[in-house]
């Protein structure tokens, strides 16, 4: 069964303090790893696909990276506006559905 | 691109009623939807998963008799709450798979609200 593990399950940070997110998974095969983010009442928003160990994508201050047993997200000098539950997601053998962690709620005060 | 949308946002109904839910993907084909419901302060968990023109296949523990989707079109698909219960309240989010798009990636509507008096 696949697993999908975050941590920590909360941080706060002062803005500039740049940080990084964990996202440890478990699973028969990898087939790529997602990244969403989630404001309060609103769906997921997608950030990244990872398919690959050794794999990074950025995206203005985020930037995620995968090896074989885990994911980081790392944030770099956040701004109040990067407060929200990041997600990481594996989905299963056939593709057809997504573990999801448990998230990290991140909070930036200013 | 990859927007979905979710109608109604919010909706507050009295015990016994039935509520629809649409979800549509807005700028592309969807060939398969699925439909997750989220309580306060806990993860995402999968309700069913639809494609389009066929039944849906649900997850144990949740009953399609109550919970019923319908996948009519490549943009549209819809959840159907039936004889909802206050122990039916949660926020409901649907998320489609681009047809062509990146790998199994899912894209997210909004969310729907959903109070049960």
């Known amino acids: 069964e696949d697993q999908v593990t975050q941590s920590p399950e909360a941080l706060r940070l002062q803005e500039g303090e740049s940080s990084s997110l964990n996202c440890s998974y478990t699973?028969?095969?990898?087939?790529?790893l997602f990244w969403y983010r989630q404001d309060p009442g609103k769906g997921p928003e997608f950030l990244f696909t990872?398919?690959?160990a050794g794999e990074e994508k950025e995206k203005e201050r985020l930037k995620a990276t995968l090896t074989k047993k885990e994911s980081f997200l790392h944030i770099t000098a956040p701004k109040p506006e990067d407060s929200a539950t990041y997600l990481c997601?594996?989905?299963?053998?056939?593709?057809?559905?997504?573990?999801f962690g448990g998230g990290t709620r991140l909070m930036v005060k200013p | 691109g990859a927007v979905v949308s979710q109608h109604p946002s919010w909706v507050i109904c009295k015990s016994g009623t039935s509520v629809k839910i649409e979800c549509r993907s807005l700028d592309f084909q969807a060939t398969t939807m699925f439909w997750y419901r989220q309580f306060p302060k806990q993860s995402l968990m999968l309700m069913a998963t639809s494609n389009e023109g066929s039944k849906a296949t649900y997850e144990q523990g949740v009953e399609k008799d109550k919970f019923l989707i319908n996948h009519a079109s490549l943009t549209l698909s819809t959840l159907t709450v039936t004889s909802a219960h206050p122990e039916d309240s949660s926020f409901y989010i649907c998320s489609a798979r681009r047809a062509g798009g990146p790998k199994d990636t899912q894209y997210f509507g909004p969310g729907t609200r959903l109070t049960v008096l």
């Open positions: 990872l398919y690959s």
């Open positions: 699973v028969s095969g990898l087939r790529g």
């Open positions: 997601a594996v989905p299963n053998n056939a593709g057809n559905m997504l573990t």
